[in-house]
């Protein structure tokens, strides 16, 4: 009983990992979109943010995520969602999930 509780824990705590990696992701979107509103125009927002926060760090994720919490757009995070929208796999998603169901 105990060892199958001990075997349990771990699971729970993944788990709960999973759940918090998805809150901070979801948090670091709502920094992202105003960012690529204003510095890409007419980019649809949801397929870009997605593929902006698939290629941003942990750390990344966590900095847009504490930014969400801001009530106006920091120069720092603009500077951030720029880099990570420039880099070339960013843009190889934005070309092919980001842009493609827009341009057919």
Same mark, same amino acid.
């Given at each position: 009983?105990?060892? &199958?509780?001990?075997?349990?824990?771990?699971?729970?705590? &993944?788990g +709960?990992?999973?759940? /918090?990696?998805?809150?901070?992701? *979801? &948090?670091?979107?709502?920094?992202?979109?105003?960012?690529?509103?204003?510095?890409?125009?007419?980019?649809?927002?949801?397929?870009?943010?997605? +593929?902006?926060?698939?290629?941003?760090?942990? &750390?990344?994720?966590?900095?847009?995520?504490?930014?969400a919490? /801001?009530?106006?757009?920091?120069?720092?995070?603009?500077?951030?969602?720029?880099?990570?929208?420039?880099?070339?796999?960013?843009?190889? +998603?934005?070309?092919? *999930?980001?842009?493609?169901?827009?341009?057919?």
């Open positions: 009983m105990i060892r &199958a509780g001990l075997i349990a824990v771990p699971l729970v705590l &993944a +709960c990992a999973g759940v /918090q990696d998805q809150i901070a992701r *979801d &948090a670091a979107r709502q920094a992202v979109r105003p960012v690529l509103a204003e510095r890409f125009p007419g980019v649809p927002l949801e397929p870009a943010s997605d +593929c902006v926060i698939t290629y941003a760090t942990g &750390a990344e994720i966590a900095q847009l995520a504490l930014a919490t /801001q009530p106006v757009v920091h120069p720092t995070t603009t500077a951030l969602v720029v880099e990570i929208a420039t880099r070339p796999e960013t843009l190889r +998603c934005l070309a092919t *999930d980001g842009l493609a169901p827009f341009l057919t």
